[in-house]
C-alpha cells in the first residue's frame, strides 16, 4: 500500500514537471535561443512631420520632381545618378546599368508635370526632408489627364549648400524608409537648388481652376468629394443629382482666366471667372488641397 502511494505521489509530482517545464518552453523559448517570430510594429511616422503652408517651398520641392521626371522621361542617365539620394542609390544597388529596372520609364514625347497633393516636411538644422504625394498629369495641346496617381518621394534639401537629393517611393506613408537627412549634400552639375518663381495670385487661380477641371475630365464622380459641405447641401445633396448636372455643363467651362481675386483669413479663399463668365470659389484646406463651389452660366 505505502509503495502505492510512493508511485502515485511520483507520477504526480511528474505530471506538475511535465506542466511546468511545457509552460517554460512556450512562454520562454527566448532563453532557448529558438524564440517565435513575431512581425515588429509598423512605424507609423518616423519623422513627426508637419504640413507645408509655405507656397515657395512647396513648389520648389514640386520643380524638383518636375526634374526629375524630366531626366526619366529623357533617359538622362547622368543627370538621374546625379540627383537621386545615396541612400536610395545603395539600398537598390542601384548604377547606370540597372536604373531604369527600378525607376520605370516614360513614352517619349510626353509633356509631363508633377502635381502634389500633400507635402509634409521635418526640419534638422538647415537641411529639410519632405514627403510628397501626387499624381503624374500629362500635357498636350487640347488636353490634360492624370496618368500615375498617388506617387511620393522623399526630397532631401540642403540649405547650406543650396543643393537636393530625391528618393522616390514605392509603399505607402506607414512604411517610409529611415533615412539620414542630416548628412550635406555636396553641389554637382545637376542638384544646385533654384527656388520657384514668385508665387502670384494669378497663378494659383489658374492653377486651381485648371487642377479642377482636370478632375473633372478623368473622374467626375470623385469630384463630389471636392464640393464645399454648405454649397453641396444646398444644391447638390444627392450624388446623382451632381454627376447628371455636371456632365451637362463641365463642357461650358474655359481653362482661361477672365478675373481672379483672393481672400485671406482662417483660410485662403480664391475666386476665379472663367472667360465664359463661370464663376469658381476655392477654398483652400491647404497648398493644393481645397473644396469648391461654383456658378455655372
Known amino acids: 500500500m505505502k509503495k502505492k502511494k510512493v508511485i502515485r505521489f511520483v507520477i504526480i509530482i511528474s505530471i506538475f514537471l511535465l506542466i511546468f517545464l511545457l509552460v517554460y518552453l512556450i512562454n520562454g523559448k527566448n532563453r532557448l535561443g529558438i524564440e517565435k517570430y513575431e512581425e515588429p510594429p509598423a512605424e507609423k511616422i518616423p519623422y513627426d512631420m508637419t504640413l507645408v503652408d509655405d507656397y515657395s517651398y512647396f513648389f520648389s520641392v514640386v520643380n524638383i520632381i518636375n526634374n526629375y521626371l524630366n531626366y526619366v522621361k529623357n533617359q538622362d542617365t547622368e543627370a538621374l545618378i546625379n540627383i537621386l539620394h545615396p541612400e536610395y542609390l545603395d539600398s537598390y544597388k542601384i548604377n547606370s546599368n ?7 520609364t516614360f513614352t517619349e514625347g510626353l509633356q509631363l508635370a508633377y502635381e502634389a497633393k500633400n507635402m509634409d516636411y521635418k526640419i534638422y538644422d538647415n537641411r529639410y526632408l519632405y514627403y510628397v504625394k501626387g499624381d503624374i498629369i500629362e500635357n498636350d495641346f487640347e488636353d490634360s489627364k492624370i496618368i500615375m496617381n498617388d506617387v511620393m518621394f522623399l526630397v532631401n534639401i540642403d540649405y547650406d549648400n543650396i543643393t537636393y537629393a530625391i528618393y522616390p517611393l514605392n509603399y505607402l506613408y506607414e512604411t517610409l524608409p529611415i533615412i539620414n537627412p542630416q548628412k550635406p549634400i555636396n553641389l554637382n552639375a545637376y542638384n544646385e537648388l533654384i527656388g520657384s ?18 478632375k473633372l475630365n478623368n473622374n467626375l464622380e470623385n469630384t463630389y468629394d471636392l464640393l464645399a459641405n454648405n454649397f453641396r447641401q444646398k444644391s447638390f445633396a444627392h450624388k446623382k443629382d451632381y454627376l447628371n448636372y455636371m456632365q451637362n455643363v463641365k463642357d461650358k467651362i474655359s481653362s482661361q482666366v477672365f478675373s481672379c481675386s483672393s481672400l485671406s483669413g482662417k483660410k485662403k479663399v ?19 488641397n481645397y473644396k469648391v463651389e461654383f456658378t455655372i452660366n
Open 98 to 104: 540597372n536604373l531604369y529596372e527600378n525607376l520605370g
Open 197 to 214: 518663381n514668385v508665387i502670384t495670385k494669378d497663378y494659383l487661380c489658374n492653377l486651381y481652376l485648371n487642377d479642377f477641371i482636370i
Open 270 to 288: 480664391y475666386e476665379v471667372k472663367d472667360m465664359n463668365f463661370n464663376v469658381f470659389t476655392f477654398t483652400e484646406e491647404s497648398i493644393m
